[in-house]
């Protein structure tokens, strides 16, 4: 079993650093056959969300799959049409019954802004917190200037900050209030949907030097700019690989090589536009 190293959030509370995305998997032998066989590579952390539609197979899954639910931090997320502080509690309450177990993290999925409702969702975050319903809570996809709104509410700030995040897009304005506010950054997207990023030659070139596959060299990369990763894989041997790279580090040089790859355009959705 492969050994995934953790790191501790603002609060205390240990997390690994690298954890399973279950997007577009709806299908339960699928489910079954990922999460066992994560569980038994080593993996112990698994992130979901409500809009994601398989809540209900990554609960049985995990019970399926035979190991300790103590041992894995569980997370999802409230989706946009969800938001409010009563749709939020009762998002909440929907999610807890689907997965069939506790929630180990809440995040807030998207800010929709255009709404002016991620206020109060978050006032109900931080009431499901203080009342020991969950470990930690946090956003996803949220801009600094959503995270100081939230800073001007008062009281418990995000513990986490879910964000698209690969060589070719790195928001180092961001990981730096990040790094400021104690809120930890989570790499969604590592690859690319589309896994281009693993075909760059300047990836490659670090990949054989280091006799590591490319997708090996992008997610040790994440992780040395200070990211959580979340990573999917179609393979058990991918899996596997993807969860080893804790025993070799990039070099400054080779770091400083992959940062010049930085676009600093999102692929994805705007999240001062995205509603659905």
Partial sequence: MIKIENIILRNGISIPQLWLGTYKINQACEMNELVKSALEIGYRAID???????????????????HNRKEIFLATKIWNTDQGYEKT?????????????????????????????????????QDLYKEGRVKAIGVSNFKITHLEDLKKMG????MVNQIEMHPYYIQEDMLKYCKDNEIQVEAWSPL??????????????????HDKSPVQIVLRYLIQLGAVVLVKSSSEMHAK??????????????????????????????PDDYYL
């Avoid at 979901?48 to 019970?63: C, F, M, P, R, S």
């Fill in 155 to 158: 009281g418990e700030m995000p």
């Fill in 89 to 125: 509690m009762e998002a909440f309450a929907k999610s807890q019954k689907k997965l069939g177990t506790y929630i180990d993290m809440i995040l807030i999925h998207w800010p929709c802004p255009m709404n002016g409702l991620y206020y109060e969702t978050w006032r109900a975050l």
């Fill in 241 to 270: 690989q993807n969860a080893d790279i804790f025993k070799f580090a990039l070099s400054e040089e080779e770091i400083q090589c992959i940062k010049k790859l930085n676009a600093r355009q999102r692929t994805y959705q705007d």
């Fill in 48 to 66: 979901t969300a409500e809009h994601y539609g398989n809540e209900d197979l990554v609960g049985q899954a995990i019970k399926n799959s035979g």
């Fill in 192 to 209: 690319l949907r589309g896994g281009d990023v693993i075909n760059n030659e300047v990836i490659n070139k670090i990949a054989f030097n």
